[in-house]
């Protein structure tokens, strides 16, 4: 069973960085043209969101609201997904998931509904 553990979240000023990480245990690339990993986030009365996502390729998709300030890599040796957040926003405050989805279209990718597997969560608080 697929089980991914989050770290890293935490409170930072506007301006700031955070890096996230997700390890993921019994999970591997099964197929390289569907099967990618992801973050999500969920701010407090608003849906969850996609964030960013990559595949087995390295190709990634990001949301247009974090593209140029956040970037997603992974290391497959360690089975790690990671999450480099630079310049920070109040409006980034939310709970972040990682998640592991199957979509064949990257552009889909942001989708929830695409996710199979969920981790439990991070939260990263930005101030002012």
């Known amino acids: 069973q697929v089980q991914l553990v989050e770290s890293g979240g935490g409170s930072v000023q506007a301006g700031g960085s955070l890096r996230l990480s997700c390890v993921a245990s019994?999970?591997?690339?099964?197929?390289?043209?569907?099967?990618?990993m992801g973050w999500f986030r969920q701010a407090p009365g608003k849906e969850r969101e996609g964030v960013a996502t990559?595949?087995?390729?390295?190709?990634?998709v990001y949301a247009d609201s974090v593209k140029g300030r956040f970037t997603i890599s992974q290391d497959t040796a360690k089975n790690t997904l990671y999450l480099q957040m630079n310049s920070l926003k109040p409006e980034d405050t939310a709970l972040y998931y990682c998640?592991?989805?199957?979509?064949?279209?990257?552009?889909?990718?942001?989708?929830?509904?695409?996710?199979?597997?969920w981790g439990q969560g991070t939260q990263v608080t930005v101030s002012t």
């Open positions: 990559i595949d087995s390729s390295g190709r990634t």
């Open positions: 998640a592991t989805g199957v979509r064949f279209y990257s552009s889909y990718r942001l989708s929830s509904d695409a996710v199979t597997n």
């Open positions: 019994e999970y591997t690339y099964s197929n390289d043209l569907t099967d990618y």
